[in-house]
């Protein structure tokens, strides 16, 4: 097994922005404050704050178009938000230039989505190896790493195949893995039970709670299921790109907004 890296940040490189003096509490690993982010003019995020402990599973709920995948993106490194802060084990993420933001993703975060994106051209076991593999590790032991993690999801006798021969849910098994063979301090898994059936929801939803709990992984679940949201320690619900207290104060429903098309929905702000 790898063992998990240590906690240094990434390099600061250049940003036209300047940290705030307001620094995170102490007992987050992750945290964000008052978060603002848009889609082409239409509101994702209206100042969402939010903080994560470590090892904590945390399941980020709402109905589609809430918000949930755009705050995923920000909390790891892959929007900018236009205003306000995410703070990372006390490294202010929101004024990382782009090969920091880039390099603490591969390094210390893990992303599972509800499409597995493997590569088809990489066996199985270099897809699940492939964040080990960009930063340096060595074959064997990627290799090592990325086999005992498709064992676990039992899916190791595929290790030597291409994705091509491999079913959806065996593929979602591998996007798992590729999420946890470098034992990552958070992973983002943004509906990533969606596309499977029970039986298959259920091995995967164990595997990663597991996972969570035998080597303190922090994870932040999107999931609008409620039998997925029930893993979780605690939850944090969005509507309209709200907190849902925020929204409900203010008058707010599910209904009082359209929900954007499935297409859009799916590229921008929920899954």
């Given at each position: 097994m790898v063992a998990p890296r240590d906690n240094a940040p990434p390099d600061n490189a250049p940003s036209d922005r300047t940290p705030s003096d307001n620094v995170p509490p102490q007992d987050d690993l992750l945290w964000a404050r008052s978060l603002h982010y848009s889609h082409s003019g239409s509101p994702g995020l209206i100042g969402v704050s939010v903080g994560v402990r470590a090892g904590e599973i945390l399941a980020l709920t709402g109905p589609r178009g809430s918000g949930k995948t755009t705050l995923l993106r920000c909390l790891s490194g892959q929007l900018r938000p236009e205003q306000g802060e995410v703070w990372f084990n006390s490294v202010p993420v929101h004024t990382l230039g782009t090969l920091a933001?880039?390099?603490?993703?591969?390094?210390?975060?893990?992303?599972?989505?509800?499409?597995?994106?493997?590569?088809?051209?990489?066996?199985?076991?270099?897809?699940?190896?492939?964040?080990?593999?960009?930063?340096?590790?060595?074959?064997?032991?990627?290799?090592?790493?990325?086999?005992?993690?498709?064992?676990?999801?039992?899916?190791?006798?595929?290790?030597?195949?291409?994705?091509?021969?491999?079913?959806r849910a065996e593929s979602q098994r591998v996007a798992l893995a590729r999420a946890l063979a470098h034992l990552p301090a958070v992973v983002f898994?943004?509906?990533?039970?969606?596309?499977?059936?029970?039986?298959?929801?259920?091995?995967?939803?164990?595997?990663?709670?597991?996972?969570?709990?035998?080597?303190?992984?922090?994870v932040l679940l999107a999931t609008h299921d409620e039998e997925t949201a029930a893993v979780a320690d605690r939850r944090f619900s969005l509507l309209d790109g709200r907190p849902a207290a925020a929204a409900a104060a203010a008058g707010l429903s599910p209904t009082s907004f359209p929900q954007p098309p499935e297409d859009q929905a799916a590229c921008s702000l929920s899954a």
């Open positions: 933001r880039e390099r603490l993703r591969r390094d210390r975060f893990g992303w599972i989505g509800p499409e597995p994106r493997l590569l088809p051209e990489l066996r199985v076991w270099e897809n699940a190896a492939l964040p080990l593999l960009m930063a340096g590790a060595g074959h064997r032991t990627a290799k090592r790493a990325a086999c005992e993690w498709l064992d676990r999801l039992d899916i190791g006798a595929f290790a030597r195949k291409h994705p091509g021969c491999l079913n898994a943004d509906e990533p039970t969606a596309p499977l059936h029970r039986t298959e929801r259920s091995l995967l939803l164990r595997t990663l709670t597991t996972a969570a709990r035998s080597h303190g992984i922090t």
